[in-house]
């Protein structure tokens, strides 16, 4: 542990174990997003909310990530049109 993240730690703990948890929680659905590839709407899914998260903290003037729509509606749409195109 580094002297920054030690004093972090130590003046906002809550802080810090909220933000070791989210990294936690990333990294795992980073792993996992690997192994869902057999699983397209599961896969796209975390593809889905990790782009969304990455676009919600970007800088102001970077470009957005991801192929699929932002809003959860849109997104609900793109998953049904694939379950009709396989249902037929």
Not at 50 to 62: A, F, I, P, Q, S
Not at 66 to 78: A, K, L, T
Request: aromatic fraction near 14%; include cysteine; charge should be neutral.
């Amino acid at each position: 542990m580094s002297f920054k993240e030690w004093l972090s730690e130590y003046l906002f703990p809550k802080a810090f174990s909220d933000m070791r948890a989210y990294e936690r929680m990333k990294a795992e659905a980073i792993d996992s997003y690997h192994w869902l590839n057999g699983y397209p709407d599961a896969r796209d899914t975390l593809r889905w909310l990790l782009d969304n998260d990455h676009n919600r903290r970007r800088c102001v003037g970077d470009r957005s990530i991801g192929n699929f729509p932002s809003s959860i509606d849109q997104f609900r749409e793109v998953l049904e049109t694939r379950r009709r195109k396989s249902d037929d």
